[in-house]
């Protein structure tokens, strides 16, 4: 009889720990993954087989990256794209990405070529329609796949520890496809990352991707670039709205994709009246344009309804931005603006705003927490529970702080990105 591997054993172990850790799955839903990898199994051998990548190959020509989901995740995924590029400069990087963000990183050089995508279970929050047969996505969407496939790319990665993006890693026909496999389908892949417990954010488990090929990554989140029309457009745009250019400015962003995210628009109405009375600054009330925000009737509070690229540049003006656990919290740390952000149903361990400056409130002591888009509730206590006081403690911590700081000029900022464009070229 042949001894167990240790190794092997120890792999096994590390990934059962971190299935519990990272993803809280239970036994039930483990057992439908598992389910789910019988038939993928049984498929297999219908679809043409996949190339191998020969050893004069070892540095990849083409690397295909999936994050197809939304605004927030694309966000996180950055840092992992600067050190991709970083890491393999003469690779060609492919984003394979939610069709309605591909223009999100445009011009920073991290991405040689966007391919927009429309996954059909990550189009809905209805669990029945995630996985509907009759949605017209899954056209379009195999469609996509096979046009990828014939590309053969030399490497697909993906930090999401999910089965099915595993299964676009192989159907995506390249030679070697890097992924973790503690959220099923680890047998898809050719490089089976061993998850690091001791780094529980998103981030850093995209981060960790790299640390397995034994490069050597750079958590700094910043250098992320808008261009000089922008910040210019920006500056305009505040100047017609009466305010000054030295102007202690603070964001308010309401909104958030997912219902349960949102805390509500009179809890931080509450919260800028009493930032108003207590100090000089100006409040940006965002909203986006497709879902307004009333901004409340406030002396220097300004309503904010803008295209993305502009939202940015203004959004890069703000000394501090309040909002939810939301996209417009991940956009603020690439921004390098601080945060205040409300915290519900996730784990700030994994999604909470990057950074020495980001602060969180939340009730820490739910213990239905994370449970992501969907409340076992007939509300999220978590969020409800949540007073405008709590908050404004939080920002009045930071104001003193801030305001110590030099503001960071239209002309700093984009000294600094031209430098370091200079640096990466």
Known sequence: MVAPDPGLANASQMETAGRATFLRMTPRKWQLVRAFESIIRLLLPLVPPLRILEKSEALPSSILVVEYWNLGDLAIVVPFLKNLRRSYPQARISLLVNAGLASFLEGQGLVDEFIPVRVPWAQHFSRRKKYSPFSGHWISFARTILGIRKRKFDWAISGRMDVRDNLLLWLSGAARRIGYGLGGGGFLLTDRVAPDLSRPHRADIWLHVLDALGKLTDRDLSGFQINEGELVAARSFLRERGIAEDAFLIGVHPG?????????????????????????????????????????????????????????????????????????????????????????????????????????????????????????????????????????????????????EPSLTIESYVAGAAGEGRENG
Request: proline share 10%.
């Open 256 to 404: 958030a994709r997912i219902a349960v995210r949102r805390w509500g628009d009179g809890r931080f109405a509450e919260v800028a009246r009493h930032i108003l009375g207590e100090s000089d600054a100006h409040i940006l009330w965002f909203s986006d344009p497709g879902n307004p925000s009333a901004a409340p009737p406030l002396e220097r509070c300004h309503p904010v309804s803008l295209e993305f690229r502009s939202f940015l540049a203004v959004l890069s003006r703000c000394r501090l931005l309040i909002c939810n656990d939301s996209g417009p919290m991940h956009l603020a740390n690439l921004l390098g603006v601080p945060v205040v952000a409300v915290f519900g149903p996730t784990k700030p361990e994994w999604f909470g705003p990057r950074g020495s400056q980001g602060r969180i409130v939340i009730r820490p002591e739910f213990w239905c927490r994370p449970c992501f888009d969907y409340c076992i509730f007939d509300e999220p206590h978590c969020l409800r529970t949540i007073t405008p006081g709590q908050v404004i403690a939080s920002v009045r911590e930071a104001i003193p702080e801030l305001r110590a």
